[in-house]
């Protein structure tokens, strides 16, 4: 029975703040798309988001999935106890099958309109950067707990496997939301197996059509798979946000705390009723390519 390092319990809060502290260094000097609104602001609202969220999540998300694979791995329950696989081979394949059932929970919180309500509190962020990582209301959070049991539950997921995917979920998720100008050729190179800034722009979008597209977290292969992979859009013709939610006010902790339970707008019109499109403009790249 494989155990956690103890070092392990601070290994993922160091990382994520080295991770951190470095990309919003890099992407201060190598911006890929320019800011709408003050960073000032729109930083003390993100922080105080996501100090909710981490909270929530250390006290119910993190203790309930661990608990969740241990419960599993001394009954032997789940998926990948059914198999007899090397140690090292089990937690590769839980990282994966964590990875891709993350992809379908990301995409139902897109296409149910209950999820959508909450996880709209990300995409409303009117710009992306590495703050705009762990923007989550603290309702996504609370109801994604369930979701992780199921998860770890049923897959038969590792205690050990569990905290080798956060710390690479933790990392990936600031990787994909940093406003970071990497040369197009590395990104392209990168993108063929890990999720980069310019794919998760698009998944930003106001364009309804490109939000509904690139759900995957830490492999890029699951778009692909799926038929969600959309790369052709270019940077500076994004515009960030949700349109119907990108008033100054829409933007202040309180009224995001509030938003899940208040009255939708048209989430995908902008305040005029017109909606955001994007037609392909003549001899445009292929679908598949970053620009």
Known sequence: ???????????????????????????????????????????????SLTALALVTGVLTVRPVALGGAAWAEAHTFGLLHL???PLGIQVAVGVLL??????????????????????????TDPDLDVSTSFRFHLGEVLYSTLFRLLQVGLLGILPLTY?????????????????LRLPV??????????????MHGIHHSV???????????VFSWWDRLHLSLRLNVP?????????GYLLPTDNGV??????????????????????????PAPGAAPRFMLE
Request: glycine share 4%.
């Open 1 to 47: 029975m494989p155990e956690i390092p103890p070092s392990w319990r601070y290994l993922n809060p160091a990382a994520a703040i080295v991770i951190f502290l470095l990309l919003f260094l890099l992407e201060s000097l190598f911006p890929l798309r320019r800011p709408k609104r003050r960073r000032g602001p729109r930083l003390a609202v993100n922080f």
């Open 83 to 85: 198999l007899p696989l």
């Open 98 to 123: 964590m990875d891709l059932t993350f992809y379908y929970w990301h995409r139902l919180n897109h296409t149910r309109l209950l999820l959508w309500r909450f996880h709209n509190v990300h995409h």
């Open 163 to 179: 905290v080798s995917y956060e710390l690479l979920f933790n990392g990936a998720t600031m990787f994909q939301h940093c406003n």
């Open 185 to 198: 050729a590395w990104e392209r190179l990168l993108n063929k197996i890990f999720v980069t800034p310019r």
């Open 207 to 217: 364009v309804a059509q490109e939000t509904y597209a690139n759900y995957s977290v």
């Open 235 to 243: 940077q500076g013709a994004i515009i960030i946000g949700v349109p």
């Open 254 to 279: 309180v009224n995001l705390l509030k938003l899940p339970l208040m009255k939708p707008r048209r989430y995908w019109a902008w305040p005029s009723g017109k909606l955001p499109n994007r037609l």
